[in-house]
Structures are given as structure tokens and as C-alpha cells.
């Protein structure tokens, strides 16, 4: 029997053993978004779970990762598989929560009919485990997921390459620079006129005989930031070796000066 409540359709009508969320984002941005947040899915499924099993025992298991290619394993869905009890139901938000990773997903529906329990996905409208077409539709959608997801990589190597063979940059910009993009709307790195003006500022610093951390103190007091957070010696090092090479030459002859002037 199926019952229907608001936008919550409930499959199992029976009395069932324990009620599982399982909540998935791909990486730690997606965790905060708004729309595909965990907390977002954990309210969902949390309510569909208290709309039509409220008395029954409740877990939540959480990832962040994908297992699309095996990049990443998701623990937590594979701990809660191995620790679910029969007659459950694993509730989640979409299809595409279980990963994108075919293999891995049928590997799981496995072990879930093997428990003689359900996937529930409330935005899918479909119960795993519950009717053979309901199956295959699951199955599907699965499968499409896959699908779409190999056109967006497909389609992401692509842009890189193209992007590299025409000299352009990826990823973010280092230090002192910015991305714009050129004529062939290819991202190019350019100078950063604010942030030349502090290398040249630290150089000068460097050019007084001062430290690594002497230079990073006088920043410090100056309330000049290194994007958003205070300068170290560590990044101090790093943007003298990228741009002011000449202190590392100066340092190392001074090193060999005190060698040969130093008694034996």
C-alpha cells in the first residue's frame, strides 16, 4: 500500500526494524551550500523518517566524497550498510546520494536486499526492494547518473586542454597575480598591482637585512594581510624565492664568506 502525506510517499507499510538518513556531498563546499547542504538533507529525510515511523529507531550517517572512479570511499555509507539491521530503511533525498560509482551502488543494493530492507528516495518517488519495475527504475536512474556525470568530465578535460595547449592558466592565481581572460576568452594570468606593491614592500624589507620573521612582525604591525590571513616566515620564504631570487645568492655567499673567515 501506498500512502501519500503532503510531498512524502510512504512504500513500506509494514512495521520495520530501524530508520537510516544517509546524506552524502560531493566535496566540503557543497557541505555549506544552501540547496545541497548535509543539513539541508539531513531536514528531509529526518522528516519524511518522523512523518510516517516516528517511533522507530533512528541513525543518521554522513560523507563527504564522491565514488565516482573510486577517488574516495565513503565510509560511512558502507559502515551503516555492514551495521543496518534487517527489515530497515535507508532514507535518502535522491538517487545520486548513493554515489555515481556503478559497481560500488549495485555492490550496496546487494547487501541491502540481502538485509530484506529499502532505499527510499523522496525526491525520486521510488522504493528499491519494494516492486521489480520500481527496481529497474532505480537501476536507471543510476545509470543515468553515471552517464551524466562522465558528459560534465568529458567536457571539463576537454576545457583544460584547451585551455593549456592555448597557453592559458588553471586553477587559482598564485601571489601577485590575477586571472583575466585574453581575446580568446582563455584566463591568463596578469600582475596584481595591490599585491606587487607588497612583494616590492617585502623586498625591500629583505634588502634592509631583516628576517623572514622580522619582515613577518613588521607586516604584522603594518595590518598588511596575505589574502585573508597574517603573514608567516614560511610565506615570507616563498614569495622571496619567486620574486627576489638575488636574497638567496646574497645569503649563500655570506654563508661561504664566514666559512672561509672562520678559524679552524
Not at 97 to 105: C, D
Not at 175 to 198: H, M, R, S, W
Not at 225 to 243: E, R, V
Request: hydrophobic share 30%; glycine share 2%.
Amino acid at each position: 500500500m501506498i500512502i501519500m502525506s503532503d510531498n512524502f510517499i510512504k512504500f513500506i507499510d509494514k512495521p520495520i526494524t530501524s530508520a537510516y538518513s544517509y546524506i552524502r556531498v560531493s566535496t566540503q563546499k557543497q557541505a555549506t551550500e544552501e540547496k545541497h547542504s548535509l543539513s539541508f538533507q539531513k531536514n528531509i529525510c529526518e522528516s519524511y523518517i518522523n512523518t510516517f515511523y516516528p517511533k522507530t529507531d533512528k541513525y543518521i550517517y554522513d560523507d563527504v566524497g564522491s565514488s565516482y572512479n573510486d577517488k574516495n570511499v565513503l565510509y560511512y555509507l558502507n559502515k551503516m550498510i555492514k551495521h543496518m539491521n534487517d527489515n530497515s530503511i535507508i532514507v535518502i533525498t535522491d538517487i545520486s546520494r548513493l554515489g555515481r560509482n556503478i559497481k560500488q551502488v549495485f555492490n550496496i543494493l546487494r547487501k541491502v536486499e540481502k538485509k530484506k530492507s529499502y532505499i527510499i528516495s523522496i525526491n525520486d518517488s521510488l522504493c528499491y526492494n519494494h516492486t521489480k519495475i520500481m527496481n529497474k527504475q532505480f537501476l536507471h536512474k543510476i545509470i543515468d547518473s553515471e552517464y551524466s556525470s562522465d558528459l560534465k568530465s568529458e567536457k571539463i578535460k576537454k576545457s583544460i586542454n584547451y585551455i593549456r595547449h592555448n597557453g592559458g592558466h588553471i586553477g587559482k592565481p598564485p601571489y601577485g597575480y590575477k586571472v583575466t581572460k585574453n581575446a580568446k576568452n582563455i584566463p591568463i594570468l596578469i600582475e596584481n598591482e595591490d599585491e606587487i606593491q607588497i612583494i616590492d614592500h617585502i623586498i625591500e624589507l629583505s634588502q634592509n637585512n631583516n628576517s623572514y620573521q622580522e619582515i613577518s612582525d613588521i607586516l604584522e604591525k603594518e595590518d598588511i594581510m596575505c589574502k585573508n590571513n597574517y603573514w608567516t616566515k614560511k610565506s615570507i620564504k616563498h614569495i622571496l624565492d619567486k620574486f627576489y631570487p638575488e636574497h638567496l645568492l646574497a645569503n649563500f655567499s655570506e654563508k661561504i664568506q664566514n666559512i672561509i673567515v672562520s678559524p679552524v
